[in-house]
């Protein structure tokens, strides 16, 4: 089992940049496909961002496509999610989550097994 924690977030004014951190605890990370999710209320999950096991492959959500970036270094146990020219829209608690197997363009929205508890983003005007 592996334990997932973020952080990074914070409180951002329109235009800005953040980047996320999700560190695995217990098992290598390099076992795991990664996803980023968020949450803001009175909204459903929303997908983000995911990438593969060795980095090679990655998948953008249509909101964020274009200004973020999802990257990992496995020998740090690390990924993580660059996010450019944020917006009041993109203010929501933001979770990274593990999948057991692979992940592909069939797959990377759903089935993760492991969650971390989130890391806050807020954008202000």
């Known amino acids: 089992q592996v334990q997932l924690v973020e952080s990074g977030g914070g409180l951002v004014q329109a235009g800005g940049s953040l980047r996320l951190f999700c560190v695995a605890n217990?098992?290598?990370?390099?076992?795991?496909?990664i996803g980023w999710f968020r949450r803001s209320p009175g909204k459903e999950r929303e997908f983000v961002a995911a990438?593969?096991?060795?980095?090679?492959?990655?998948y953008y959500g249509d909101s964020v496509k274009g200004r973020s970036f999802i990257s990992r270094d496995n020998a740090k146990n690390t990924v993580y999610l660059q996010m450019n020219s944020l917006n009041p829209e993109d203010t929501a608690r933001y979770y990274c989550?593990?999948?057991?197997?692979?992940?592909?363009?069939?797959?990377?929205?759903?089935?993760?097994?492991?969650w971390g508890q989130g890391t806050q983003v807020t954008i202000s005007l």
């Open positions: 989550a593990a999948k057991v197997g692979d992940i592909s363009r069939n797959n990377y929205k759903t089935g993760y097994d492991y």
């Open positions: 217990g098992r290598a990370l390099d076992n795991y496909p």
């Open positions: 990438i593969s096991r060795s980095g090679g492959l990655t």
